[in-house]
């Protein structure tokens, strides 16, 4: 059995056998590939400490829209997921660095240079991040356990019950 957090192609990989199940908030139009809903996630906008709006009481779509925004460079990362989904009207970030690693990312908020969306049950317990006070910003995400449908493996089967009674059981 093979997972991966969301790799790069991870539709073509279940589709082709490659692998067996993938967790990710990406969406797919492969006709062979089956998901099951596990649960929705809060997205927030997270600043450095050092940030200029890290301070704001609250913080407008326009006042981000005009700020730098770092991200996950795959196609189903979270930010590209968000951004697609429309579900923040006018919001439409400058992404001015992609990176594959979320540490790069961590890194450039940190520094207060770049403002990124992240999951707010997955953030880093750190004192050097803020979550911004966004008007009108409620962005939740759907979040997915992928698999081929063609697969019957009765191993998989069950691991797929697990994963789910696992979501079901958190908070």
């Known amino acids: 059995v093979e997972v991966q957090w969301i790799p790069k192609d991870w539709d073509s990989e279940i589709a ?3 692998l067996d199940f993938v967790l990710t908030f990406g969406k ?15 997205a ?22 005009s700020a730098c925004f770092c991200c996950n ?21 400058r992404i001015t660095f992609q990176g594959r690693a979320v540490s790069d990312m961590l890194r ?5 240079n770049h403002l990124g969306i992240m999951v707010k ?6 004192d050097e991040y803020v979550v911004l006070p966004v008007q ?20 998989l089967i069950s691991i797929r019950k697990n994963i789910l009674e696992f979501y079901q059981k958190l908070s």
């Open 16 to 18: 082709s056998g490659q």
């Open 28 to 42: 797919t139009d492969f006709k062979n590939i089956d998901r099951l809903h596990l649960r929705d996630y809060q």
């Open 44 to 65: 927030v906008i997270v600043a450095g400490k050092s940030h200029p709006l890290a301070g704001r009481e609250t913080v407008t779509i326009e006042e981000l829209n």
């Open 73 to 93: 460079s795959a196609p189903h990362s979270l930010t590209h997921t968000l951004l697609d989904s429309g579900c923040v009207s006018r919001f439409s970030p």
């Open 108 to 112: 450039l908020i940190r520094a207060g």
């Open 121 to 126: 049950e997955h953030l880093p317990v750190d």
């Open 136 to 155: 009108d910003f409620d962005a939740k995400m759907p979040f997915y356990l992928y698999w081929n449908k063609n697969s019957q493996n009765p191993l």
